[in-house]
Antibody, heavy 123, light 109 residues
């Protein structure tokens, strides 16, 4: 059974950098059949796709966040990570990692999700 | 950016009745549309992908239809455990630029 688990600080100060890691178990992050992505959900609001990575290192970003976001993968640890710089209160959200289906000519839906990690931006 | 608009924002249905949720795309997404169910405090659960294919383990009372810009999620006989927020997701873009609808909150009468 595939499982994803987010980890990282729950509190980040304004203007600083948010860093989260997703550890994948029960499956290989190096599978050619999947991407791996990050999605966030501000309290009481909807879902927003942040970024996606392929095990080979191909990266894709939401244009609205692209200037502040970096996604990376460590296949040796079966992990992928998110870095969001210059955070503000508007970045307070539950951040979830998820497995995303790989297609050659379109994006893919998310089928397995982590439980999510609440990150609060506050001084 | 493809904008996904869900309606209604809130839907109240009695147990045993049918619930119909709508999702509209600002431009065609072909059949690259998924539906998710999110219960309070839980991660979203994949219900439907490819507009009409049920994900593994999803009860037959959930069905999806549509293509292009208009999509529907139907719950044929509502059960109390179906209380949740339902989101649609379009994944038609390349390079990826996935967008979710704003959600429909399903209430049980």
């Amino acid at each position: 059974q595939l499982q994803l688990q987010e980890s990282g600080p729950g509190l980040v100060k304004p203007s600083e950098t948010l860093s989260l890691t997703c550890t994948v178990s029960g499956g290989s992050i190096s599978s050619s059949s999947y991407y791996w992505g990050w999605i966030r959900q501000p309290p009481g609001k909807g879902l927003e796709w942040i970024a996606t990575i392929y095990y080979a290192g191909n990266t894709y970003y939401n244009p609205s966040l692209k200037s502040r976001v970096t996604i990376s993968v460590d296949t040796s640890k079966n992990q992928f990570s998110l870095v969001l710089s210059s955070v503000t209160a508007a970045d307070t959200a539950v951040y979830s990692c998820a497995r995303q289906m790989y297609y050659s000519d379109t994006s893919g839906y998310f089928d397995y999700w982590g439980q999510g990690a609440l990150v609060t931006v506050s001084s | 950016e493809i904008v996904m608009t869900q309606s209604p924002a809130t839907l109240s249905v009695s147990p045993g009745e049918r619930a119909i949720l709508s999702c509209r795309a600002s431009q065609s997404v072909s059949s690259n549309l998924a539906w998710y169910q999110q219960k309070p405090g839980q991660a979203p659960r994949l219900l439907i992908y490819g507009a009409s294919t049920r994900a593994t383990g999803i009860p037959a009372r959930f069905s999806g239809s549509g293509s292009g810009t208009e999509f529907t999620l139907t719950i044929s006989s509502l059960q109390s455990e179906d209380l949740a927020v339902y989101y649609c997701l379009q994944y038609n873009n390349w390079p990826p630029w996935d967008t979710f609808g704003q959600g429909t909150k399903l209430e049980i009468k």
